[in-house]
C-alpha cells in the first residue's frame, strides 16, 4: 500500500534543508592568532617592550602609549572579494577607557617587534617611541600611521570573563579597510596600530587606559589573546556539494515513503 507523503513531512524536509545550508556558511567562519605584537610608550622613548604580557593604550597630559602589531599571514592568501567580514578582537582583564574610544589604524612604515622584556628594554632591538626597529627613526616619532582611515573599536559587554568583572573584549571591524586597496596594502605590508589619543585631546586630570592581554601574555588562555576572525564567502563547490548530499537525502526519504 502506498501512502501519500503529507504536508508535516515536506515543511520538515524543507527546514532541514535550509538549517544544513546556514550550517554550511556559518562554518566558514576562522579565528586565527594574532602573533607579532608589542607597544611603545612616549614617556620612556627608546625602550622596547616586545615581550611584554601587555599591550598598552594610555593617553594623559604629559605622555602616550599605543599598541602594534601585524595581522595574521594567513589573511592574506583570501582575495578581499572573498571576505565577508574581518574582526579583530582585544581583551582588558579592567577597562579604564570611560567615555574615551580606542581606534584602529593602518601603519604607513612597518615594525620590528623586538624582545624587549614587560619593563622595557634598552638598548632597543625592536619599536620604541622614536624608531621602528631600534635603530631608525619614525618619520614621526610615536609610529607612522594613516589616521584618516581608523576604525574606532567597539566595547563588549562586562565580566565576559568570570575571573574580570570590569574584563571586556574590544572588537574592531576592519572589514572597510581589507575592501579599499589603498588600506588594504598599508594593513598588509606594515600592520596596525591601536591607540586611545587619535582626535581626543587628554583628560583635564588622570589618564584614560587599557592594558590589553597580548599574544606573550602568560596569565591568559588562548581565548583572551589578540586574535582575528574572519568570514568567507562559501566557495561554489562547497554549496553544491551540500545541495548534492541533501538532494541524495530528499530522495532517500522518498523512496522510504512510496514503501510504506
Not at 627613526?137 to 576604525?151: E, I, R, Y
Request: charged share 15%; glycine share 8%; with cysteine.
Amino acid at each position: 500500500m502506498r501512502l501519500k507523503r503529507n504536508k508535516s513531512d515536506m515543511s520538515n524536509t524543507k527546514y532541514y534543508i535550509i538549517a544544513c545550508m546556514l550550517a554550511a556558511q556559518a562554518a566558514l567562519a576562522d579565528t586565527y592568532q594574532i602573533s607579532t605584537d608589542t607597544y611603545i610608550d612616549s614617556a620612556n622613548p627608546t625602550k622596547n617592550y616586545g615581550l611584554s604580557g601587555s599591550d598598552k593604550v594610555v593617553v594623559n597630559s604629559s605622555s602616550v602609549c599605543r599598541t602594534l602589531f601585524d595581522l595574521p599571514a594567513t589573511l592574506w592568501s583570501h582575495s578581499p572579494s572573498d571576505i565577508v567580514s574581518a574582526t579583530v578582537s582585544f581583551y582588558v582583564w579592567a577597562d579604564n577607557t570611560a567615555t574615551y574610544n580606542v581606534s584602529l589604524c593602518p601603519l604607513t612604515t612597518g615594525f620590528t617587534a623586538g624582545t624587549g622584556a614587560s619593563s622595557g628594554t634598552t638598548p632597543a632591538n625592536g619599536a620604541t617611541w622614536l624608531t621602528y626597529d631600534g635603530i631608525n627613526l619614525w618619520t614621526t616619532a610615536g609610529g607612522d600611521f594613516d589616521s584618516a582611515n581608523s576604525v574606532v573599536g567597539t566595547k563588549g559587554s562586562l565580566g565576559i570573563n568570570p575571573g574580570d568583572p570590569n574584563g571586556r573584549f574590544f572588537t574592531f571591524d576592519i572589514t572597510s579597510l581589507l575592501t579599499n586597496p589603498t588600506t588594504e596594502a598599508e594593513l598588509q605590508d606594515y600592520g596596525a596600530m591601536l591607540s586611545i589619543d587619535v582626535g581626543q585631546a587628554p583628560p583635564a586630570t588622570g589618564q584614560r587606559y587599557d592594558s590589553f592581554t597580548s599574544a606573550n601574555s602568560t596569565t591568559y588562555t588562548t581565548p583572551y589573546l589578540p586574535s582575528l576572525e574572519v568570514t568567507l564567502v562559501p566557495e561554489p563547490t562547497s554549496l553544491i556539494l551540500v545541495l548534492v548530499g541533501l538532494g541524495a537525502i530528499t530522495g532517500f526519504r522518498k523512496r522510504r515513503n512510496a514503501r510504506c
